[in-house]
């Protein structure tokens, strides 16, 4: 059995997909030049597979190019799979909260890779390039850089600093946002604190904000919902800081500080302040 | 404008996922539920939408009997009626979309067909896409940023690098990521008024599903023992260990 697997150069998740597809078969990596247009890619990718199950990258982009090749092909899609065994898969759901095992009833397997379920394969692999033709396909028209008035952005970041609820009020992440400063880090929060509109959409963490992977996550009065936590888990570190020892969000955690973060995180500052001299 | 929103009722899940002794399921016996939080920002949008040109807004879900209290919670935030396709079991994508598009069908023609990018609970991230093929519609996901104006939409896409903009003539099909804006709280006036709105309610019979769930499984606890630090002093010894501070 043979399988095309979709990957984007210098992309960690498609490594991973490679993983995934060295495990269901013999190898063919294909890459797409040209514009982004989800529907064209889809139909080089098609033609690229002839027969052949397609396993693409859990990206945005990954799930969105298999969801237009499955769309084409009348097939069922398995997004974000972590386990493949003959036609059975096991999928995320919930972003990561929850398992499915499923049965794909047809005679090829669609799926994309789950996001860091998969080790980054080391096989060097020469992906054959497939140059679409867009004809008329929607495609990206124009590109804006970000806004990030010099911040580092809370995907880069090695730190975050990340409150919720129990911050309290808007004013209350200054403290956060000054322990961010000291770290070299970036302010991050839950779904709570921007529906409250304490802070902007973009400083979410969470199933359905960003996805974070810093060396170290210190949730400040976080209470540790599954929404949050699908944002945070590939945090290599996480500090809890909660005045409830019964907090979700201490099972989760490599370090606890049971106690108010109003207290806590400033006099963190201060004794960091204190170590540098 | 006549634009149509797709939402799905979904359980407020919390911190702790817990199933249904046939494994099927989440028990939601103690749970609240509402919609996908992307897809609240699309009733919003459509709303703000036609508050500014006019028109209307339908929002359409297939789901259980009890579904029609988020159609009536979209409606509060001033959609204007709804569309119930009346099932209690869970479809799979293929399915879903195959409904959708016959309800689509039957209320023609919409400006403006939008989803969530993906559902809370499934994370399917194909049913937008599915539905816009069958309409022979152009579809853009992911949306962060939706201007409308004369017959076209301008669509900004979140990425690593910033904003991927595209610009598609209407009718087009749109998903929407949660960010899009900040959606009101319906007041008390608006909820009343939702109330009298009409949900034209249609049992629909799920056919056999392409990619069919077997179980669910509650992954395995990161059987993580955290560390306790008792004071500040013992937080930056951590951060000086682990090289951040």
């Known amino acids: 059995m043979s399988v095309v697997v979709l990957v984007e150069p210098r992309d960690e998740l498609s490594l991973q997909a490679l993983t995934l597809a060295e495990s269901l078969g013999e190898v063919r990596a294909v890459q797409v030049d040209g514009p982004y247009a989800p529907s064209a890619w889809a139909a080089a990718l098609v033609e690229a597979a002839g027969g052949d199950d397609i396993v693409g990258p859990g990206s945005d982009r990954g799930n969105e190019v298999l969801a237009h090749v499955a769309a084409q092909l009348a097939l069922p899609f398995a997004a974000n799979v972590t386990e493949v065994r003959g036609d059975e898969v096991t999928r995320q759901r919930w972003g990561g909260s929850l398992l499915e095992e499923a049965r794909i009833h047809a005679d090829r397997r669609l799926v994309t890779a789950a996001p860091f379920a998969f080790a980054a394969s080391n096989t060097v692999v020469q992906a054959q390039v497939l140059s679409p033709a867009l004809d008329g396909a929607v495609t990206v028209a124009e590109h804006v850089a970000p806004d990030t008035g010099g911040k580092i952005s809370l995907a880069d970041a090695k730190v975050v600093v990340s409150g919720g609820r129990g911050v309290g009020s808007a004013d209350g992440f200054a403290a956060l946002e000054e322990l961010a400063a000291l770290l070299d880090g970036a302010v991050g929060c839950s779904r709570v604190v921007t529906s409250a509109g304490w802070r902007p959409h973009t400083d979410q963490v969470g199933q359905t904000g960003t996805k974070v992977s810093p060396d170290l996550y210190i949730a400040c009065g976080i209470s540790g919902a599954t929404q949050h936590i699908a944002g945070c888990k590939g945090a290599k570190k996480l500090l809890a800081i909660n005045d409830d020892p019964e907090a979700t969000i201490f099972a989760h955690a490599d370090y606890a500080v049971i106690g108010n973060l109003h207290e806590i995180v400033p006099a963190i500052s201060a004794e960091l302040r204190k170590a540098r001299g | ?245």
């Open chain 2, 1 to 245: 404008m006549r634009i149509l929103c797709l939402v799905k009722r979904v359980p407020i899940t919390g911190g702790k996922m817990v199933l249904t002794a046939d494994e099927q399921a989440i028990e939601t016996k103690h749970l609240g539920f509402t919609i996908s939080p992307h897809e609240e920002c699309g009733v919003e949008e459509a709303v703000r939408i036609v508050e500014a040109q006019g028109g209307e807004v339908v929002v359409l879900t297939l789901g259980p009997p009890e579904a029609e209290e988020q159609l009536r919670e979209c409606m509060a935030l001033g959609a204007d009626r709804a569309i119930h396709l009346v099932s209690g079991e869970e479809w799979d994508a293929q399915a879903t979309a195959s409904a959708l598009v016959e309800a689509v069908r039957s209320e023609e023609p919409f400006d403006l067909i939008v989803f969530g990018n993906e559902s809370a609970d499934a994370g399917n991230y194909q049913v937008g896409i599915r539905v816009a093929y069958a309409l022979g519609l152009p579809v853009v996901t992911g949306l962060k940023g939706l201007t409308v104006a004369d017959g076209r939409a301008r669509c900004e896409q979140e990425v690593a690098t910033g904003r991927d903009v595209y610009d598609v003539a209407l009718p087009a099909v749109v998903t929407v990521k949660e960010g899009l804006n900040l959606p009101r709280y319906p007041s008390v006036p608006a909820k009343l008024r939702a109330n009298r709105k009409p949900v034209d309610a249609r049992p629909v019979e799920r056919p056999a599903s392409k990619l069919e769930k077997l179980r669910l499984v509650v992954p395995e606890g990161v059987g993580k023992q955290a560390e306790v630090l008792a004071d500040a002093a013992a937080v930056v010894g951590v951060l000086q260990q682990l090289g951040v501070a």
